[in-house]
């Protein structure tokens, strides 16, 4: 089994920044595709932003992708997720996920997608005054 260890959720202001972190313990990032998928309370699972293990591929929402940058360090299998003007309607659970490559390593992935193969137990972000 895949394991994913999310870090580096907590309180912060609106307007302020965060970087979550996803260590996936893995023999090698490389045929993984990563998400990032949040779930407000109340609300479904939403996909954030994703990027490939094998290319420099990576997507988020469009609604995100002015502020929150999706990255990667292969060498220690480690995704993160820079969140910047943080708002209120960004609180929730943020989740890190892995696909697994069905037949090949994937080269590109899709934002919304909510569909991952693992998942970690999640970070709580809380944007609030």
């Known amino acids: 089994q895949v394991q994913l260890v999310e870090s580096g959720g907590g309180l912060v202001q609106p307007g302020g920044s965060l970087r979550l972190s996803c260590a996936a313990k893995v023999a090698t990032l490389d045929y993984y595709t990563i998400g990032w998928i949040r779930q407000a309370p109340g609300k479904e699972r939403e996909g954030v932003s994703c990027?490939?293990?094998?290319?420099?591929?990576?997507a988020t929402s469009n609604s995100l992708k002015d502020r929150f940058t999706i990255s990667k360090d292969n060498a220690n299998k480690m995704v993160y997720l820079q969140m910047d003007n943080l708002d209120p309607e960004d609180t929730g659970i943020y989740f890190c996920?892995?696909?697994?490559?069905?037949?090949?390593?994937?080269?590109?992935?899709?934002?919304?997608?909510?569909?991952?193969?693992?998942w970690g137990q999640g970070t709580q972000v809380t944007v609030s005054s």
């Open positions: 990027i490939t293990g094998s290319y420099d591929f990576s």
């Open positions: 996920a892995a696909r697994a490559p069905i037949p090949i390593v994937a080269s590109s992935c899709e934002a919304a997608s909510t569909t991952y193969d693992y």
